[in-house]
């Protein structure tokens, strides 16, 4: 059985989608938007259009759609292409809370199509060089993993700056950003959640967060996310008991670090500061840290497409599991609740 | 009133002190250590010396001391010393705990002698240029201020290594970091401590932590120190919502970040990652972010022993007050509490 999709919205996503998708042998059936600039624009592309996702949805070239929408319709349009008999990849956030996604993946069971969601962030090589690390042991035992996103532009796009719409970086990154750290560590459970939400540019949604998740695997995750600061810290910064590993960027550029005779012995040096001495923070003698480069890891984004292919045709399991989505979203409401009371949120404990 | 200075304990501080507080006039008048070695160190460099504190603390020619032996015998010392009739100087920390320095504090009191502490990173550079953006405004309003000390050295030294002694980071650094924040913005209350604190390499005592202040003024602190990541974060990292501040070493290397047409508007650009787009992301256009060069502050620390002169001359106010050095080992104390429970411990409310 062939992927046969509909589009459902034509922004930035769906347009990306259009683009994307063929490669896994996905056939574009159809397009719709309720813009009239859109659907022109579908047309030109050539694509089948409609002005609405209900007339779509009665389009029997089409068995699968994909809901690039604002973030409040998913729910919505899940439920309607569930009853129209269509398998769903909703954007992420699948929902705009547990509630939701436990309503939509009822509608998709009682329909017996397949639900799933494009965290397509699980095929970041940064990502995956960190979870690689992981689990080969790599820095020995980790204990602090920071994943880390800036931006000096300041802005948000279109309707991400509105709350009605599931606006905010919480739901566009924040999502992502948690699911890639319980996606490195499947089998960690997260002891508790503290998160410092702020509004720095933005009143009504959130353009900076620090999530923090305790682990019980010993290592402590640092999600951090602003679109206001103007000098970028690296994408990850790993820490174990037997090395540091830096990823700069998406593309990941950067290496790992590891000392030889360092833990064993090596002679105490001094630094003055203006205010005192430091035996502690004084440099590494040269030659001290030896820089290794990174472990090589392969992605191509296009395997969600293929193993939504193949879990149609009864192939593979699902990659993107309706299960761990629920996880990813428990965290984020537990973020929410720990800004809002300053306390931290205690979670599968 | 001249301070005529006796140093119990003839270790790496004891020297340091013996060889920095006569630039302010203070005259060394004595030292003593337990160890044969240090009291010959001690005769070699042209000091008095005696064999104990108790020894010491009988010469009529010392009226004050500063006690730079390992943390756990601050207390007794200091009693020691006020029944003495000496004025004291103790070392950071204080006291392992406030029920200690609350001690200390009433011992000083009913002996008439004068009780501070050498807090001597209130006159870091890289942190009173931080000081001077929060207090003039540099950065706008500031949302996030991160201070951050690593080491790739991984050891402590001597007894810094045994609980028994006070050892342990936060005792011996988080002391300052905490210090230096409450010290930036002293109007500010505190309204929550939550800390991750973790032995990478030392079972005995902390080797990592990190501690996050969420102040009533709108700044999170993030404290962080380690003595095993190998790749250094920046000393500080300030986000303003009209600037960055970076600041990468104790010698004030860094600059500030700006945006001039940023918040304005800008074209939207995207990037293209392995896994998917990214527009809020994507990297500014050539010339949006302007550096600048840090603001200039002058310091020196022996204003520390200046202001202890000044103090017993009755012509100022100590600098280091013992309040200031209680709230800080409260925040070490809930530090400890919210590391151990997985709790936020919400103070100052």
Chains 1, 2 share one sequence.
């Not at 509608?107 to 690689?132: E, S, Y």
Request: charged fraction near 25%; aromatic fraction near 8%.
């Amino acid at each position: 059985m062939k992927v046969k999709l509909g589009i459902i919205g034509y922004g930035g996503m769906g347009k990306w989608h259009a683009q994307n998708a063929p490669r896994a042998g996905v056939r574009i059936a159809a397009v719709c938007d309720i813009e009239d600039e859109k659907i022109k624009q579908a047309k030109e592309d050539g694509f089948v259009t409609y002005d609405s996702a209900e007339a779509l949805l009665q389009d029997e070239d089409v068995n699968t759609v994909v809901l690039t929408v604002p973030n409040h319709l998913h729910k919505e349009m899940c439920i309607k292409a569930a009853k129209a008999g269509k398998h769903i990849v909703t954007e992420k956030p699948a929902a705009l809370d547990i509630v939701e996604l436990d309503e939509m993946e009822l509608a998709c069971k009682k329909a017996g199509v397949f639900l799933t969601v494009h965290q397509n962030r699980r095929w970041d090589k940064d990502m995956l060089i960190v979870k690689k690390a992981y689990e080969e042991g790599l820095l020995g035992n980790i204990f602090t993993i920071e994943s880390k996103l800036h931006s000096a532009n300041g802005y948000m796009h279109e309707w991400h700056l509105y709350k009605k719409y599931g606006g905010g970086m919480i739901y566009d990154w924040g999502v992502h950003l948690i699911d890639q750290i319980l996606f490195m560590m499947p089998d960690a459970k997260i002891n508790s959640v503290y998160a410092d939400i702020k509004n720095v540019l933005h009143d009504e949604v959130d353009d900076y967060f620090k999530i923090i998740l305790k682990m019980n695997n010993g290592v402590t995750a640092h999600i951090e996310l602003s679109t206001y600061i103007l000098n970028y810290a690296p994408r990850w910064l790993v820490g174990g008991d037997k090395g540091t590993m830096v990823i700069k960027t998406f593309a990941g550029e950067g290496a790992v670090y590891k000392t030889g005779v360092m833990l064993s012995k090596l002679p105490a040096q001094i630094t003055e500061t203006v205010a005192g001495p430091t035996r502690q923070f004084a440099p590494v003698p040269p030659g001290g840290i030896v820089e290794e480069p990174l472990p090589e890891v392969e992605t191509d984004w296009i395997d969600f497409y293929r193993n939504v292919t193949d879990v149609l045709n009864n192939k593979a399991e699902s990659k993107i599991k309706i299960a761990q989505v629920r996880r990813v979203l428990g965290v984020m409401e537990a973020a929410r609740k720990s800004a809002e009371s300053g306390k931290s949120i205690l979670l599968e404990q």
